[in-house]
């Protein structure tokens, strides 16, 4: 969108409900975002149908069990000093992920600050925070696996439980992993001076708004998966 | 030296720090909240409320103040969020479905009773 373009749509633009079928009905573009930003929306709604699409089919097998589901807190717990203590490493974990949806907020101000080097450090935790809750994930995956735990069965519980666990953490994982190498590599070209010219550090927030996607979708997994 | 201005589209989106530290610090207290409720080992109805009080909660601060939401034109806010609705008809139809499933299971797949007559599935 040029700043002539901008400033039109800017201009003397209605808010709220006539706000929103002047934007709907606008001949040439219908939102006032950046293509990037826009396109990025679209993105993690389809994400969001997916990640919806497991988590209503784990509540659907869940419910029509009739053995009873292995029990989160016993599951999940870790032996520390002698003492069992319930959903230790996930709350460990989410509390990496959120601090590092703060860090990654903390980022996309003073990139429109147009402070490079705070940007591309507050980054690169963002990115290290995220590689360290892949880490903590895998290691989890490890202790079930060696207890037993597989897609088809285990000693814990209904038989689903590990196909349901497996596929939602996963792809959830997945996504941590991709936003890492993702992250990375936006934090590399901030800090290479590659949106200097133009001004326009959009993208650092485009970048963040799939990372704090990914801790949403987390938010609901700790809600469903370890807690209910 | 700032040769080129910003883009007027910048103009939005920057707040004060202290917006985003708040809303962090909120988070940090949310999910506190969310692991003392499986701590403290609550159950049934009372366990599943706080639980998704806390989770809607979370997710309503980070959609809104870390995703911008709360800021954007409302057209963008109607095209993400009205969507979504539709999974709680998905939901709602595959609890019912589900809840089928189960009862079915539990009427021909368990053994029967001493004193009933043994159910023929047909």
Known sequence: MTEIESQRIHAAVPEGWRGATHDWSADKQAYAVPWGKAMMWFFLLSDTFV????LTSYMTVRSSTLTAWPNPSEVFALTIAGHS???????????????????????????????????????????????????????????????????????????????????????HGLHVSAGVIYLAIVAAKVGRGRYEQSGDYSI???????????????VFIFAFFYLW | MHAIQPAAHDSGQQHPLGVYLKIWLLLFVLSACSYLVDYF???????????????????GLIIAVFMHMRWERLALIYTILIPPLCLLVLIGIMFSESDYTHMHRQQYFTAPLHNEAPVHPR
């Open chain 1, 51 to 54: 990640f919806s699409c497991f």
């Open chain 1, 85 to 171: 203590i319930p959903l230790v490493l996930i709350a460990i974990m989410t509390f990496v992920l959120i601090s590092s949806s703060g860090t990654m907020a903390l980022a996309v101000n003073y990139a429109y600050r147009r402070d490079r080097r705070r940007t591309v450090q507050l980054m690169a935790a963002t990115a290290l925070l995220g590689a360290c809750f892949v880490g903590m994930q895998a290691f989890e995956w490890t202790k079930l696996i060696l207890e037993g735990v597989r897609p088809w069965s285990n000693p814990f519980g209904a038989a689903q439980f590990g196909a349901t666990f497996f596929m939602i953490t996963g792809f």
């Open chain 1, 204 to 218: 650092v927030e485009i970048a963040g708004l799939y990372w704090h996607f990914v801790d949403l979708v987390w």
């Open chain 2, 41 to 59: 080992q609550l159950q049934s109805y009372l366990r599943w409320s706080l639980v998704l009080i806390f989770m809607l909660l979370k997710a």
